[in-house]
């Protein structure tokens, strides 16, 4: 199991942007698949991003359309949520989420997660 510990967020205009961080505590980070999701309330929770262990591949939902761009500082062991040209729609509670696992690509459903950082409110006025 790896303990997920967020910062960031807040509240910002349309057009703007926030970065969020996703600090993992754990004896393998580069073994795991480390993704963004985000839940508005009422909806389900929906992928955002991730990268795949060793870095070896990203994936971004369609909504991002090159707005949004994640990174990790492997010896930090932290991952990023660079958001630019933020839309009031953005306006999500945003959740990290990590993954053991030998696969080298990003796994997007929220079930395949059990690992889970305690959410970041980010709020985007019109």
């Known amino acids: 199991q790896v303990q997920l510990v967020q910062s960031g967020g807040g509240l910002v205009q349309a057009g703007g942007s926030l970065k969020l961080s996703c600090a993992a505590s754990?004896?393998?980070?580069?073994?795991?698949?480390m993704t963004w999701f985000r839940q508005a309330p009422g909806k389900d929770r929906e992928f955002v991003t991730g990268?795949?262990?060793?870095?070896?591949?990203?994936s971004y939902a369609d909504f991002v359309q090159g707005r949004f761009t994640i990174s990790s500082d492997n010896a930090k062991n932290t991952v990023y949520l660079q958001m630019n040209s933020l839309k009031p729609e953005d306006t999500a509670v945003y959740y990290c989420?990590?993954?053991?696992?030998?696969?080298?690509?990003?796994?997007?459903?929220?079930?395949?997660?059990?690992?889970w950082g305690q959410g970041t409110q980010v709020t985007v006025s019109g």
């Open positions: 989420a990590a993954k053991d696992t030998s696969y080298t690509y990003v796994p997007t459903e929220p079930n395949d997660y059990s690992d």
């Open positions: 754990g004896p393998s980070f580069n073994r795991y698949a």
């Open positions: 990268i795949s262990r060793s870095g070896y591949r990203t």
